[in-house]
């Protein structure tokens, strides 16, 4: 079964986008060989950056989403399509904080201050560039703010990446609630009612994942928006996949060789007859030998 829903409730008050993204944030915790509180920041931007990559119109749309800040993290990096296919790194991996007092990964000081910066590129001249000031580093709050201001979307944004205690992780997902507009003021405030009795939300997902049956999501969705009043629960309107793919290639990386221009490529033949590179999402190498950049060189630019 698919593990993102996309739904509406009865009235039209709000959207709803809602998945469950556990096997795809393992997989970039163990590419990345993140700690917990690196795979937790790594896993949220993931998650976020691929509810937003299916909010595209058309199958060739891309986008972004980089969170930059003064912490130890420095930088996160997603990129999202609209089929659902995400990629994310994490400059520093090894990044490790203690706890908060609470209990919890200090994301937010992992992050620091800094700015959260949201590429669509939708085959215009120039893509589009929304950037906020972060609100906290924890990234659903920053989020929440992005697409207030930048998208003048009011909306609610709920993300987490749970740990078992063997220090592996159990659980991750999130959430974007989006109000339509002309919603209605009592589907609203029952909204708000929900988002401030409801149980974490991280816990909620584990709890999901856990219950019998294929289909997580929906689970999720009842355990969340169950008690709403029944016009206002939502109705499911397509179900799709979020998943770690990198579209990384020897084509592209080629291309790299080729774009930093005849001299520096020049320079790489002659000084080290070779040169390797190394995908930054995937981790993935790929060798080029002298003949091979000497062939490049031909396609180059002075």
């Not at 209605?184 to 019998?212: I, P």
Request: with cysteine; proline share 4%; glycine share 8%.
């Amino acid at each position: 079964m698919s593990n993102t829903i996309i739904a509406v409730d009865e009235s039209g008050s709000y959207r709803l986008y809602l998945t469950i993204t556990t096997e795809a944030v393992r997989e970039a915790a163990r590419i990345h060989g993140c700690t917990p509180l690196a795979a937790a920041a790594l896993g949220r931007t993931l998650t976020g950056a691929g509810m937003m990559g299916l909010m595209l119109k058309s199958d060739t749309d891309r986008l972004t989403l980089q969170i930059k800040g003064d912490g130890p993290a420095e930088q996160i990096l997603a990129c999202a399509d609209p089929a659902g296919h995400v990629k994310a790194y994490i400059a520093d991996p090894a990044v490790d904080l203690p706890l908060k007092e609470n209990g919890k990964l200090d994301v937010g000081g992992a992050v620091g201050q800094g700015s959260l910066t949201v590429i669509k590129d939708m085959g215009m001249k120039e893509p589009y560039v929304g950037r906020i000031e972060l609100v906290s580093g924890e990234i659903a709050e920053d989020l929440t703010r992005y697409f207030t201001v930048s998208e003048q979307q009011p909306s609610s944004v709920a993300l987490g990446v749970r740990f078992g205690a063997d220090g592996e992780i159990s659980a991750a997902g999130g959430m974007i609630i989006q109000v339509l507009p002309g919603a209605s003021d009592e589907c609203l405030t029952a909204l708000e009612d929900m988002l401030f009795l409801m149980d974490s939300f991280t816990l909620l997902v584990q709890d999901a994942a856990a219950m019998e049956g294929p289909d997580k999501t929906k689970n999720l969705m009842d355990l969340i928006f169950g008690r709403l009043p029944e016009q206002f629960r939502p109705r499911v309107l397509e179900e799709k996949d979020i998943e770690w793919r990198c579209d990384c290639s020897r084509e592209r990386m080629e291309a790299a060789l080729v774009s930093i221009g005849k001299n520096d490529l020049m320079k790489i033949i002659e000084e080290d007859g070779q040169a390797e590179l190394t995908c930054q999402f995937c981790r993935k190498s790929r060798h080029f030998d002298k003949n091979e950049l000497i062939s490049l060189l031909e396609r180059a630019v002075s």
